[in-house]
Structures are given as C-alpha cells and as structure tokens.
C-alpha cells in the first residue's frame, strides 16, 4: 500500500487565498483524522471522520476552516480566506478501528 | 490544549547509550502510544500500551506506564544514530471517543 497520500506537499499562498490541502487515506481505513503542528502549539487535532462523517470537529480554528470527506477514498481540508497564523504543517492520518494511526507526509503552508 | 508534556524537551546522546523519555497527562486514559517524527516527516507509530498494562516491549524500546502517578516512560536501548528524532507520547482518553491527545514531544539526539 502507499500509506496516506497528502498534496501538495508544500503551499506557498497571500493572506486572503484560499487553500485547499488534499489526502488520500490508506485503502479500508475507516477513520481519517487532520492535525496542524507548529512550533507553540505543538500537534492539534483539528478534525476527525468515521465511516466519511465527521465526529469530532471541537479543534477546528474558526469558520475559516472546513473539512469534507465525499467519499472513503478522500478528503479536504480547506482555509478561506487564509491567514498568516495558518501558517504550520498539516497532517492527515487514518486507520481502521480507531487505534493505531497512520501519518501522511503532511503539507507545509506559508501564508505571507 | 496538549495533554501529556515530556520530559525532557531534549535529549543528547552517545551511540550505544540507552535514552529514557517521559510523559505526563492529566486524565484517566484508555491507552497510551508513542509516536517517532523524523525531521520534515509525518508521524510513525511505535508501540502502544493499554491502561491495565505496565511494561511493554518491542525490540530495542520498552514502555512502562503508572496510571496512578499518570505517567510514561520510553526506553530505547542501545541507541543508534538512526534513531535521531522527536518523540511523542499520545494519550486516548477513556470515554469512546477515538481522539488522540499529542503531548510536546522530546527531540533526541544520537552522536555516532
């Protein structure tokens, strides 16, 4: 298996853009979860899906940030209008059972 | 908001020298995982440890946990210049939901 595929793998966009970051979770997992890391926050959880249907969505920032999953193969996380504290590493991971996670390689954004 | 913080923050050593890691969280879990992150990587999994459990050992790391002090710790014997990373603890609380709690990870350094 590929494990979680994450594009793009960096993002470089002005305040005010819109971003969308995209992952492919491994084949059969049933869960699907996005962190953002940076340095004073360390690793949140922003969002977290189970079977396509988002359970957990207390982490997400604010209205500017939203997260779709149309089908078991896919999901977006998408920032509108961005801003320069967006700015971090995105991180999608998925699993089956809820245990265990696996990581993509996560998608570093700089907003300027 | 992080649940487990760990101790330390950073870690130096020799190769071949044993590295001992800890982490503290705040509420009653169900289970217990420690992650490795290498630089510019997503996060992998490398062992996991319930809450009726006391030691683990997988290879050259050993967990051990004391849920009544709330604490972890992770051992990595013989340590080798690959192992160079950041480690994270990661708590799953008990009620049923499948989040998973980061704490701030500690940066090791292994010298060849």
């Known amino acids: 298996d590929a494990g979680v595929i994450q594009s793009p793998r960096h993002e470089v966009t002005e305040m005010g853009q819109e971003v969308t970051l995209r992952c492919k979770p491994i084949?059969?997992?049933?869960?699907l979860f996005w962190y953002r890391q940076t340095m004073m926050r360390g690793l949140e959880l922003l969002i977290y899906f189970n079977n396509n249907v988002p359970i957990d969505d207390s982490g997400m920032p604010e209205d500017r940030f939203s997260a779709k999953m149309p089908n078991a193969s896919f999901s977006t996380l998408k920032i509108q209008p961005s801003e320069p504290r967006d700015s971090a590493v995105y991180f999608c991971?998925?699993?089956?059972?809820?245990?265990?996670?696996?990581f993509g390689p996560g998608t570093r954004l700089l907003v300027l | 908001s992080q649940q487990g913080e760990e101790d330390p923050q950073a870690l130096s050593i020799q190769e071949g020298e044993n590295a001992t890691m800890n982490c503290s969280y705040k509420t009653s879990i169900n289970n217990l995982q420690w992650y490795r992150q290498n630089s510019g990587r997503g996060l992998v999994h490398l062992i996991l440890i319930r809450s009726n459990e006391r030691e683990k050992h997988s290879g050259r790391l050993r967990v051990t946990l004391d849920t009544s002090k709330k604490s972890s710790s992770l051992l990595i014997t013989a340590s080798r210049a690959a192992d160079t990373a950041s480690y994270f603890c990661a708590t799953r609380a008990m009620d049923s939901s499948y989040k998973l709690i980061f704490g701030s990870g500690t940066r090791l350094l292994v010298r060849p």
């Open positions: 991971a998925s699993n089956w059972g809820g245990e265990t996670q696996y």
């Open positions: 084949s059969g997992h049933d869960y």
